[in-house]
Nanobody
Framework: QVQLVESGGGLVQPGGSLRLSCAASRNIFTSNVMGWYRQAPGKERELVATVTSSRNTNYADSVKGRFTVSRDKAKNTVYLQMNSLKPEDTAVYYC?????????WGQGTQVTVSS
């Protein structure tokens, strides 16, 4: 079992920045993917960005050029740097870890972009 603990959400004005962090409770030595998804009220959960254990990244079109996903293997942590935030980025952001047959989710952190 792996626990994912997120931090870094909050309220920010349009055009501002936030950095989300997600720490896994233990290291995963096999090939894996960590990343971020989000869910806005009344909408389905959607992909934001992922990074593999070999550091290949994937982004939703809506965040390309504004968000950057990265990971620190030594700290078992994945980050999401969010710049130029827009009101439509408002959502609960969930950390995700996938490897082998396993799929883990964090508890979610609220990001609100509003003036």
């Amino acid at each position: 079992q792996v626990q994912l603990v997120e931090s870094g959400g909050g309220l920010v004005q349009p055009g501002g920045s936030l950095r989300l962090s997600c720490a896994a409770s233990r290291n995963i030595f096999t090939s894996n993917v960590m990343g971020w998804y989000r869910q806005a009220p009344g909408k389905e959960r959607e992909l934001v960005a992922t990074v593999t254990s070999s550091r290949n990244t994937n982004y939703a079109d809506s965040v390309k050029g504004r968000f950057t996903v990265s990971r620190d293997k030594a700290k078992n942590t994945v980050y999401l740097q969010m710049n130029s935030l827009k009101p439509e980025d408002t959502a609960v952001y969930y950390c995700n870890l996938r490897y082998d047959i396993y799929n883990y989710w964090g508890q979610g952190t609220q990001v609100t972009v509003s003036s």
